[in-house]
DNA sequence: CTAGGGTTAG
């Protein structure tokens, strides 16, 4: 009898993957065994175990008279296996049909399904009725069941009045409190744990992690960390899993991955917790490495792989490697099943400028949520289609079932930043405080920016002061906007003022300080912060940094300094470097530094349009007239089209767009007689057109029409005749201000008497009274 | 032979 139970014993411990279960079980058919009760409910644990659910229910189909332990197995193989709603469903079948009464082994597992789906108060009762609330196991469930919906004071009352507890027990409490995440709390109950003697073990520990990761308590997170070190816990599989993914969220890669290779036995969370690292910390090389090891030591990736993985191939901008990313979640048929990773795609598709396939795979989602909707949006704005961004916004708005969220704001707000769409975004503005979301940092900052970028700086400055500003990012958008508007020294105040609050400055807070610095020609000042950022705070300097300080240099007309540092920087110039400096011989006639800087520009970008226009506007600037005819040639043979110009204007919360020499506006006729009369004022004024940016094989008079039909001196023309007298003009463009444009639209402003501002692909302009206070650099 | 508390997500 007994030699007969351990070879039972052996032979289910043996099977470790399904078919060989299906083989034992052909054989206890075969020899009869399977009618014993015992064994049979035995295979239906089995099969549960080896994931496949629905071979347990067929054997558990099979078997003629149940009792309570074949129930219980069938109940606790459903919620194995995350199957919530079957495994309720069979509770049901059970009390209504069995006859048989629930014991102590019935509970947890039906109220692990109820904490998945639906409130167990119900559960609760019969519990109650029967007296098995303070069995130990029914008690953790009952106290993670209402921890799930948030009933965390039920779930403390229920944890504090039972009569005796086990670590089971203190980790339920303690996870309950963590996943509502309270920290506090949570940390407060670890210490009453251990004063009444118990330790933590792996579990505790994963938790508490957890809740240290998510906020940010980096602190409590290292003791934990060490008492687990001191406890031998740090081999521990769940322990190891908790600590590499505390150590991506607070960016330690190195601890991270200190802990992965110490590991002795790793899963399929491990390597996504390490990938998931890397890519969050925006290395995809490295991510991509560890899940190529991975895939060579054989573990199947799952859902949460790709979604890491659609992020790596999108950093990578790797476009084939996007497809079979794409294909491979298609296959496995995860699109239909979560939504998250139809999101992943859309992303991926968005972020490498495929917006049209991220479209697409959008229309084409079975289900879509207001994250979708955001993803987007984002897609469409960062590839610089701020009018199909606010559309897909308006698409949104007409769903329902959709509830724009704070992801949805900071998504759609830039769009009207880059439009100049002032009145549509005040309406945004309205909606926002609507859903109370107008003092939250990262849509507050958002609405810095937009009324900053639409010309408000006042409207800007106020709001920055009623938003919280206990972290950078409010500071970088007001510094930068402050920037734009030419207002350095202000910015600089404003650097100052933020330190004196003791908000710690990132990256992002010296780029645009530096720009401001650039903006308003504080070489000294801009020289001095790039110092201090990398002594003081530490932090290393990236491409735009490098770029700044070269347009800070090199505008200010020290170009030889300027090419001196960049080849003294310790990384390879891209092309924003050339670029930055290129533009500075542009601004200063410097053409041999000029042809030089293009030279490396076009070794490692030689797609950008707008760096031949500044090469061939050098040449043009000296009379070169060979040259400009050499690099527009050669534009012309690599196939890039001119970028086509436009400048927008705002009106009655409409935004009018022009185009150079565009005919087509309704009002195009009024447009050119305002502007022949304002062309003839100019003149009596002192004005000269100066022909030197167009082509010089047109004819004299030609010259001047091409001028005159510039977009923005359409857009401002249009502004005149639409507009009260005397009240300020507000255009963008998506390009730079051209230099006679500029000069005429000083005169523009004399005679009008208007204020005019123009923000272009750089800064702002302001005319006003002849003048223009970005000094004269355009 | 049946039970609780745990780690990765846009």
């Not at 332990?69 to 069938?74: A, G, K, L, P």
């Not at 003697?197 to 994963?206: F, I, Q, S, Y």
């Not at 406890?231 to 190891?240: A, C, I, K, P, T």
């Not at 289900?367 to 606010?390: H, K, P």
Request: charge should be neutral.
């Amino acid at each position: 009898m007994r030699i007969e139970k351990i070879d039972f014993d052996l032979l289910f411990i043996s099977c470790t993957k399904v078919h060989l279960a299906k083989r034992l079980h052909a054989l206890l058919v075969v020899s009869g065994k399977v009618r014993d009760l015992f064994i049979s409910t035995r295979l239906v644990n089995l099969y549960s175990y080896l994931g496949d659910v629905s071979f347990s229910r067929r054997t558990f189909n099979q078997i003629p008279k149940k009792d309570i332990y074949t129930w219980n197995s069938m109940i606790s193989a459903y919620v194995r296996t995350g199957r919530f709603h079957e495994a309720l469903y069979c509770f049901h079948q059970f009390s209504f049909t069995s006859g048989l009464q629930p014991n102590f082994y019935t509970f947890p597992p039906v109220l692990k399904a109820c904490g998945n789906l639906v409130d167990g108060k119900k559960i609760h009762c019969q519990v109650l009725k029967l007296g098995f609330q303070w069995d130990i196991y029914v008690a953790a469930s009952l106290i993670h069941m209402y921890s799930r919906f948030g009933f965390v004071a039920v779930a403390r009352k229920l944890f504090n009045e039972m009569p005796v507890r086990d670590i089971g027990s203190w980790n339920a409490m303690i996870s309950g409190l963590c996943q509502n995440g309270n920290a506090t709390e949570a940390l407060d109950v670890l210490n009453e744990m251990r004063l009444e003697g118990e330790n933590m073990d792996p579990l505790t520990v994963a938790s508490l992690l957890t809740v240290c990761a998510q906020s940010n308590d980096m602190l409590s997170g290292m003791l934990i960390h060490l008492y687990v070190i001191k406890q031998g816990l740090e081999f521990d599989l769940l322990v190891s899993n908790a600590s590499i993914n505390m150590y991506a969220k607070f960016g330690c890669l190195a601890n991270a991955l200190r802990v992965f290779n110490q590991m002795d036995a790793t899963d399929l969370v491990s390597w996504n917790s390490i990938i998931a690292a890397y890519e969050q910390n925006d290395d995809p090389k490295t991510a991509l490495g560890f899940f190529n090891k991975m895939q060579q030591i054989g573990i199947q990736p799952d859902l949460l792989t790709l979604l890491s993985l659609a992020s790596i191939v999108a950093q990578l901008a790797d476009c084939q490697k996007s497809r079979s990313v794409h294909g491979f979640i298609l296959r496995r048929g995860w699109v239909t099943e979560n939504v998250a990773i139809g999101n992943a795609v859309v992303d991926m598709y968005a972020k490498l400028g495929a917006i049209n396939s991220a479209r697409n795979v959008f229309e084409e989602l079975p289900t879509r949520d207001v994250i979708s909707w955001n993803t987007l949006i984002t897609g469409y704005a960062q590839n610089g289609l701020a009018n199909e961004a606010i559309e897909v916004y308006n698409t949104m708005e007409e769903c329902e079932e959709i509830i724009p969220n704070q992801g949805t704001w900071v998504s759609v707000l830039p769009a009207y930043s880059h439009l100049g769409a002032l009145q549509q975004g005040m309406k945004i503005h309205g909606g926002v405080i609507k859903n109370n979301l107008h003092m939250d940092v990262f849509v507050g900052t958002c609405l810095i920016d937009m009324y900053g970028k639409c010309g408000r700086l006042d409207d800007a400055m106020s709001l920055f002061y009623q938003v919280p500003r206990e972290n950078s990012v409010p500071w970088n958008a007001i510094i930068s906007c402050l920037g734009l508007h030419g207002h350095g020294e202000k910015a600089l105040k404003l650097f100052e003022e933020m330190l004196d609050k003791a908000v710690k400055p990132d990256h992002v807070t010296f780029v645009s300080l530096l720009s401001a610095c650039s903006h308003s020609g504080l070489v000294e000042v801009g020289k001095h912060y790039f110092h201090v950022m990398q002594e003081r705070y530490r932090i290393k300097p990236s491409y735009k940094h490098y770029g700044c300080m070269v347009d800070l240099l090199g505008r200010a007309g020290h170009l030889e300094t300027a090419y001196d540092f960049i080849k003294s920087m310790p990384i390879e110039p891209d092309a924003s470097i050339w670029g930055a400096l290129l533009g500075a011989c542009r601004i200063h006639g410097n053409v041999k530094l000029g042809k030089f800087a293009s030279d490396r520009l076009f070794e490692v970008d030689s797609e950008n349009i707008g760096y031949y226009i500044l090469l061939s506007n050098i040449y043009a600037n000296s009379g070169k007239w060979e040259g400009v005819d050499k690099v527009r040639s050669l534009a012309r043979d690599r196939g890039l089209r001119k970028t086509p110009g436009w400048s927008s204007i705002e009106i009655n919360n409409r935004v009018d767009v022009f185009y150079t020499g565009n005919q087509t506006h309704q009002k195009y006729q009024e447009i050119c007689i305002e502007l022949k009369v304002m062309t003839a004022k100019m003149k009596s004024l002192g004005y000269i057109p100066d022909f030197t940016f167009v082509l010089q094989d047109v004819e004299e008079d030609e010259k001047e029409e091409i001028l005159t039909s510039h977009s923005e001196r359409l857009a401002i023309a249009f502004g005149i005749i639409s507009t009260p007298p005397r009240t300020p003009i507000r255009i963008f463009k998506n390009l730079r201000v051209c230099g006679d444009c500029h000069t005429a639209t000083k005169y523009i402003s004399k005679i009008t008497e208007r204020e005019i501002i123009v923000r272009d692909s750089n800064r702002f302009h302001h005319f006003k009274d002849g003048t223009c206070s970005c000094g004269d650099y355009w």
